[in-house]
């Protein structure tokens, strides 16, 4: 007999439904729905820009964070061309190198799940078109700190982009994180993606940014599908861009979780590294099998990357709380066996 999910944790989606007010403007919205939206989203953009504080021309809009990443990709890359990234990352990566025509090119992370930043910069050479970090980094939650990344791009030749992942960027907390916007004058092969998808919890909408040089965010907005941002998805972000104080709110209760999570986890026996995003990573040699198994008796999807890991969205308390007690059983089957 199948379990009935009662948590989804596999997608790092956020644990709220939309805000009262956000769903009020989008079913203002769908009542408009006989009509296009915008033929290029400039109004939409500008609003994201004055909100990160950066000129419209530094802002390029896409369906997701995954749509404007495939239209750097079509912009940028020639055949023989080649991007590189670390893997294990977000699953889209490979996929997308090959919808442009590129050879993607898999840097292993290092032991303790992080970007292995030599190993990157040693692997491009004069057919690397991209180069893609992803700061925090899906799955392992691991962190490129703002000197590691200002070494990092200082090393990267101009003629390749970098691609910059910062779709949980918004769960990241602490002193040594990068000031991305600063680095764009200084690095116009920078190209750094943003989301709604995520600490903003409108991931059916569709709808993130890349920010960047003028002239990158140019080539990226040549390559925008006509119509392509709808307007129910328009409608729901200016409304979350006037809610942004209860949006924060929101993202601050999960960061508490993740942290709770991960406190909790350690004193259970599981060896959890500091994450970052919305997640916990838990990797081999704890018993990630096994607690794969627990959590689905549980109800409980998580995301398992067979002899890898096991990445688990932070929920709310309630299935945060399911997932400890899964957990826990885990450990307390193996030691009892151990005795
Ligand atoms: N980047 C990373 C690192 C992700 O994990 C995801 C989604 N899981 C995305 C991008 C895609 O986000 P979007 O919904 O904005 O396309």
């Known amino acids: 007999m199948d379990i009935p999910v009662l948590h989804r944790l596999a997608l790092n989606e956020s644990p709220y439904p939309p805000l009262p007010s956000v769903r009020e403007a989008m079913e203002r919205a769908v009542a408009q729905a006989h009509r296009y939206p915008q033929f290029h989203p400039d109004d939409l953009t500008e609003r994201i820009a004055a909100w990160c504080r950066l000129s419209p021309d530094r802002v390029a809009v896409g369906s997701g964070s995954v749509g404007v990443a495939l239209q750097l990709f079509q912009a940028v890359v020639r055949p023989a061309d080649t991007v590189v990234y670390a893997w294990r990352t977000f699953d889209a990566y490979p996929l997308l190198a090959a919808m442009a025509g590129a050879r993607p090119v898999p840097v292993p992370l290092s032991p303790?799940?992080?970007?292995?930043?030599?190993?990157l910069l040693t692997a491009l050479d004069h057919h690397t078109r991209v180069v893609v970090l992803c700061n925090p980094h899906n799955p392992t939650g691991s962190l490129v700190t703002a000197e590691e990344l200002s070494a990092f791009l200082r090393q990267v030749p101009r003629h390749i982009t970098v691609l910059l992942d910062e779709a949980?960027?918004?769960?990241?907390?602490?002193?040594?994180?990068p000031d991305t916007p600063a680095l764009l004058d200084a690095h116009p092969n920078l190209l750094a993606l943003r989301t709604f998808s995520k600490a903003y919890g409108l991931a059916a909408l569709r709808v993130g940014y890349g920010i960047g040089s003028p002239d990158l965010v140019e080539r990226i907005r040549r390559q925008q599908l006509p119509f392509g941002i709808n307007a129910v998805a328009t409608a729901a972000v200016r409304a979350s861009l006037r809610a942004e104080g209860e949006l924060r709110r929101r993202v601050d209760t999960v960061v508490a979780e993740r942290e709770r999570l991960r406190d909790e986890l350690v004193s259970l026996g599981w060896r959890v590294c500091p994450g970052h995003a919305n997640s916990v990573w838990?990797?081999?040699?704890?018993?990630?099998d096994a607690g794969v198994a627990a959590l689905t008796e549980a109800g409980v999807q998580a995301r398992h990357y067979p002899g890898e890991g096991l990445r688990l969205t932070v929920g709310d308390r309630n299935a945060n709380d399911t997932?400890?007690?899964?957990?826990a059983g885990v450990r307390a089957h193996r030691s009892a066996s151990r005795t």
């Open 323 to 327: 997932v400890l007690t899964a957990l």
């Open 168 to 177: 949980y960027v918004e769960f990241a907390r602490g002193a040594d994180l």
């Open 282 to 288: 838990l990797a081999s040699p704890d018993p990630v």
């Open 112 to 119: 303790d799940g992080s970007q292995d930043l030599g190993a």
